[in-house]
């Protein structure tokens, strides 16, 4: 998967629950992304780690939580007060230190609230 | 913040035909604009990329073109075929960490 593996690939969610994605990279990229992708949208930020134990909040966070406590992995926990998860989600990695490069994406988990 | 513009949303164009797809950024600052393939239920796939310090950079049938003064950033794909069908998004830098912006997408359709 190109050096960066996000799991499950289908996952569904009852209310009030919550559910914790997967993303782990072997490319040994500093910064890592959380995306998110509604049918017929664009990409938005979910949140974003330029180092480990340190991430900042993007576009739409609200709902969301994350961690990164090794630099291989940057989990998304998608938690009860996301009224909408139902979405496409995306992980993506970049050198940071390599100024303004393209990011190398995940194969995207597909989250279901049932 | 960085705001990226992208049109058309949709684009069907006949085999063999060019397609164009146009990009606008705000931040003044951005110089490195991707350009992302993404077919269906697959992750983006980076196509090309080109930074400010050049006009045009061309890989194949796909060309990609800057104007930093009006800033907007094109998509030429020449000779198209039933495979480049697909949403294609543009996207810049911005922000403290130059994360990238990515553009509403175009559903590209090729028709045989």
């Known amino acids: 998967d190109g050096g960066i593996t996000q799991s499950p690939k289908y996952l569904f969610r009852k209310e009030g629950q919550n559910v914790t994605l997967s993303c782990e990279q072997n490319l040994n990229h500093d910064a890592m992304y959380w995306y998110r992708q509604d049918p017929g949208q664009g990409l938005r930020l979910i949140y974003y780690s330029q180092i480990v134990n340190d991430f900042q909040k993007g576009d739409i966070a609200e709902g969301y939580s994350v961690s990164r406590e090794k630099k291989e992995s940057f989990p998304l926990t998608v938690t009860s007060a996301q009224k909408n998860p139902t979405a496409f989600y995306l992980c993506a990695s970049r050198e940071y230190t390599v100024s303004d490069y393209g990011y190398t994406f995940g194969s995207g988990t597909r989250l279901t609230v049932v | 913040g960085e705001n990226v513009e992208q049109h058309p949303s949709t684009l069907s164009v006949q085999e063999g035909d060019s397609a164009v797809i146009k990009c606008t950024y705000s931040d003044s600052a951005s110089n490195y604009f991707p350009w992302y393939k993404q077919e269906l239920g697959k992750r983006p796939q980076l196509i090309i990329d080109?930074?400010?310090?050049?006009g045009e950079k061309k890989d194949q049938r796909i060309a990609v073109t800057l104007n930093k003064t009006a800033k907007h950033f094109s998509l030429h794909i020449t000779e198209t075929q039933p495979e480049d069908s697909a949403v294609y998004f543009c996207?810049?830098?911005?922000?403290?960490?130059?994360?990238?912006?990515f553009g509403s997408g175009t559903q590209l359709t090729v028709l045989p």
């Open positions: 080109i930074r400010s310090n050049v």
């Open positions: 996207a810049a830098p911005g922000g403290s960490a130059r994360q990238l912006t």
